[in-house]
């Protein structure tokens, strides 16, 4: 190809390279609707109110005294003539009996469903965190997908011309293009449509799993979300202050109340010690004597305890079980706040090296990727470089392209689950801050 044809050709390559704008990208599911329609639509969230409910009925409940029991019976009956009248002992009664719980146990048990009820607000809001997070992932790994696809296809075109002029070339006498040319740009069309039956594949997963969380939303869609760690990350904090910082998590305020709620099962077990009360009054109606004359009425009242005296394997093993399980749920949020340290931790790391990553993309590889590409096919088209060189050259580009996408993805990716960690507890939830 001569340099006559070279302006028009660098003029197409040009607006090839051009970035599309805001306008061009394409519309669907935005980052923004598929977290709220995630959340709103979160099952889950419906069961932990419809649990809080139960545990404050089931709380309610559990102070009241135990039904009373009434008892009619017929005392003291002759067995020979079944007369009412012939013995003095016989009678008809009415009775009640009324049994009132050890110590304190009904108070001890309301303030423990209380307890978990108060718990599902704040697991609500590690919900609502988690599913963030989640949904935020998945929409920028299809987000990706779907830009690495719109940056290929514009190559595409161009290495399709490319063909074209190779092919021109080798039939033209005068061009400079050999057959090995030709195949080379005909090996990368080929390798571009499998990097796009790749990505397309990751982008139906991508979307495939959002719908789990967004059903019946449609393709993903949109530019990229604006997002910033909720407290920043990048400053050189002790230890102690995240660990500080973690401490209000909902998920940590959550085992805090558990604790609670399992220590008050200790304060209940004590009150198997003291004995349960139980009150009991009966009225007895008697018959007429034999000589027709009134007896009187009688009337019975008595009170009646057990004797807790055998407590080795009854109330002994129930407070120490009661006493580990509490033991259990502290160590089960050491290790959750354990674990939350380490992913922070992790997690500020990778963000520093991605932003480390990101300013070198923007300030020096992408522009001197564009300014060689740039320059090897202009010397393509000038006779002055050879082919291989000038597609070496755009496939550089095309991968430090896709690479800095991936790059900012990552990053957003990055700050979500960075979000999640440092995620607390809303006002309109009520709960302590500890």
């Known amino acids: 190809m001569t340099g006559k044809t070279f302006p028009a050709a660098?003029?197409?390559a040009t607006a090839l390279l051009a970035p599309k704008s805001l306008a061009q990208q394409s519309t669907g599911l935005t980052f923004g609707r598929a977290i709220d329609i995630a959340i709103q639509s979160d099952p889950w969230l419906d069961g932990s109110r419809h649990t809080e409910a139960a545990l404050m009925d089931e709380a309610l409940a559990a102070a009241q005294l135990p039904d009373p029991k009434m008892e009619v019976s017929a005392l003291n009956?002759?067995?020979?003539?079944?007369?009412?009248?012939?013995?003095?002992m016989t009678q008809f009664a009415v009775g009640i009996n009324q049994m009132f719980p050890r110590g304190a146990s009904r108070a001890?048990?309301?303030q423990q469903k209380e307890q978990l009820a108060a718990r599902e607000p704040l697991l609500r809001a590690d919900r609502r965190a988690r599913v963030t997070a989640t949904v935020a992932q998945l929409w920028l790994d299809a987000y990706g997908a779907r830009e690495s696809i719109q940056l290929i296809e514009g190559d595409r075109a161009l290495f399709e011309q490319l063909v074209d002029a190779a092919v021109?070339?080798?039939?033209?006498?005068?061009g400079r293009a050999r057959q090995p040319d030709v195949i080379r740009a005909q090996l990368e069309l080929t390798r571009l449509d499998d990097r796009l039956?790749?990505?397309?594949?990751r982008q139906d997963g991508a979307e495939r799993r959002l719908a789990e969380w967004v059903q019946d939303a449609g393709a993903t869609g949109g530019a990229l979300p604006h997002l910033e760690p909720l407290v920043p990350v990048t400053d050189n904090r002790p230890p102690s202050d995240w660990y500080q910082q973690l401490r209000l998590h909902p998920a940590v305020l959550a085992l805090d109340v558990k604790i609670d709620a399992v220590a008050t099962g200790i304060d209940l077990a004590k009150q198997q010690y003291k004995?349960?009360?139980?009150l009991k009054a009966a009225y007895g109606l008697r018959g007429e004597d034999p000589q027709g004359e009134d007896r009187t009425d009688l009337f019975t009242v008595g009170v009646s305890f057990d004797l807790p005296l055998f407590t080795e394997k009854r109330q002994d093993k129930t407070l120490s079980a009661a006493v580990a399980r509490t033991?259990?749920?502290?160590?089960e949020r050491s290790l959750l706040l354990r674990q939350l340290l380490a992913q922070l931790e992790n997690a500020r790391l990778q963000l520093i090296r991605l932003d480390q990553r990101r300013a070198l993309y923007r300030q020096q590889l992408l522009p001197q990727m564009r300014e060689q590409a740039e320059a090897s096919l202009a010397g393509y088209y000038n006779d002055e470089s050879d082919f291989a060189e000038a597609v070496r050259a755009r496939?550089?580009?095309l991968n430090a392209k896709i690479d800095a996408l991936d790059i900012e993805v990552e990053r957003l990716k990055i700050i979500a689950q960075l979000n999640y960690l440092l995620a607390q507890v809303p006002a309109e939830t009520g709960a302590p801050q500890k």
């Open 168 to 174: 021109a070339g080798y039939a033209s006498a005068r």
């Open 395 to 397: 496939i550089a580009e």
């Open 275 to 278: 004995p349960e009360w139980g």
């Open 327 to 331: 033991a259990a749920t502290e160590t």
């Open 10 to 12: 660098l003029a197409l």
């Open 108 to 110: 001890l048990s309301r």
């Open 77 to 88: 009956f002759p067995t020979d003539t079944f007369n009412f009248g012939q013995e003095p």
């Open 197 to 201: 039956t790749m990505l397309r594949q």
